[in-house]
Nanobody
Framework: QVQLVESGGGLVQPGGSLRLSCAASGFTFSTYVMSWYRQAPGKLRELVARIGRGGVSTNYADSVKGRFTISRDNAKNTVYLQMNSLKAEDTAAYYC?????????WGQGTQVTVSS
């Protein structure tokens, strides 16, 4: 049974940091590209960051470049999103996604709220 379980969300003040984790099971994690997406109320889901199978290649949305860092640990079947200098506009539900040539899986999401 495929599972992607996000954790680490919560309420943080502007300028603060959070580290999201996504624990994967039920598929060969190291063969999947992993991504983080987010969706704010009333907005479309958008790509935040992506990391290649080996953990070397990364891509970021312009809005988070220099503030967020995606990483993965293939031994632990986990992908991370370190979020620094958080802003109110980062408030959203954050989802991880696993993608291969012929499959994709989504987690259930974790809420991040940036507010004073």
């Amino acid at each position: 049974q495929v599972q992607l379980v996000e954790s680490g969300g919560g309420l943080v003040q502007p300028g603060g940091s959070l580290r999201l984790s996504c624990a994967a099971s039920g598929f060969t994690f190291s063969t999947y590209v992993m991504s983080w997406y987010r969706q704010a109320p009333g907005k479309l889901r958008e790509l935040v960051a992506r990391i290649g199978r080996g953990g070397v290649s990364t891509n970021y949305a312009d809005s988070v470049k220099g503030r967020f860092t995606i990483s993965r640990d293939n031994a632990k079947n986990t992908v991370y999103l370190q979020m620094n200098s958080l802003k109110a506009e980062d408030t959203a539900a954050y989802y991880c996604k696993a993608t291969s040539w012929d499959y994709e899986y989504w987690g259930q999401g974790t809420q991040v709220t940036v507010s004073s």
